[in-house]
Nanobody, 126 residues
Framework: VQLQASGGGLVQAGGSLRLSCAVS????????MGWFRQAPGKEREFVAA????????HYADSVKGRFTISRDTASNMLYLQMNSLKHEDTAVYYC????????????????????WGQGTLVTVSS
């Protein structure tokens, strides 16, 4: 099972980026997919999650209205569209997968996830 995140970079505050996560190795029909981020010196924190099959979505309060999570089941891709970026969004962003039987209600708990991508760095200049 492999998750490959990409799309990070340097952007000015107020700008946009779209992160991608290529999912391979198995069928993710029974998984929930999430994005987390980790800023220097801080804990890894939940950003957003989506059910691979139903499309149900959860967001962290800090990104609601600015970020949009989506997935393309045909091409096994997960996305995170980030708009109105702020300096405090600077972090390494990780995609992750958790078995759906654990329930999307647990999607904000990083310990619920079994698989992680390698991370992609997003730097927002103020």
């Amino acid at each position: 099972v492999q998750l490959q995140a990409s799309g990070g970079g340097l952007v000015q505050a107020g700008g946009s980026l779209r992160l991608s996560c290529a999912v391979s190795g198995r069928s993710f029909a029974n998984y929930n997919m999430g994005w987390f981020r980790q800023a220097p010196g801080k804990e890894r924190e939940f950003v957003a999650a989506i059910s691979w099959t139903t499309g149900h979505i959860h967001y962290a309060d800090s990104v609601k209205g600015r970020f949009t999570i989506s997935r393309d089941t045909a091409s096994n891709m997960l996305y995170l569209q980030m708009n109105s970026l702020k300096h405090e969004d600077t972090a390494v962003y990780y995609c992750a997968a958790m078995p759906s039987y654990r329930g999307l209600v647990y999607c904000s708990d990083k310990d619920s996830y079994d698989y992680w991508g390698q991370g992609t760095l997003v730097t927002v200049s103020s």
